[in-house]
């Protein structure tokens, strides 16, 4: 988010968009960063793009691994459980992270 040390601004431009105050850049971890409005910036995006790819492979491995257990003569029910758990879990935080990613615009 903005922080007031980073300071403002104005861009002097025409029409609708004359004295616009908006966030200065700032650097951050090497990466510069600009905030706006709630949307993600590019390195937060970026962040969150890799660990979206991160966790939906995770979730494949666990759906192989669930699929394997089941499958096998000596079936674990409860091991079986807890990762099907442990799947609904990585279901929703990659539901969360493409919520961020791709906010739900009303019309």
């Not at 091991?79 to 919520?99: G, N, S, T, V």
Request: charge should be negative.
């Amino acid at each position: 988010m903005f922080r007031p040390e980073q300071g403002f601004r104005t861009l002097a431009a025409t029409g609708a968009e004359r004295d616009t105050v908006v966030p200065i850049m700032a650097a951050e971890s090497g990466r510069m960063r600009i905030e706006a409005a709630g949307w993600p910036m590019a390195a937060e995006e970026q962040d969150l793009r890799a660990e979206l790819a991160k966790l939906k492979e995770e979730h494949r491995d666990l759906d192989t691994a669930i699929d394997a257990l089941e499958n096998s003569p000596s079936r674990d029910n409860l091991q079986i459980k807890r990762l099907k758990k442990k799947k609904l879990a990585l279901k929703d935080r990659i539901a969360q992270i493409e919520d961020q990613l791709l906010p739900d615009i009303i019309a």
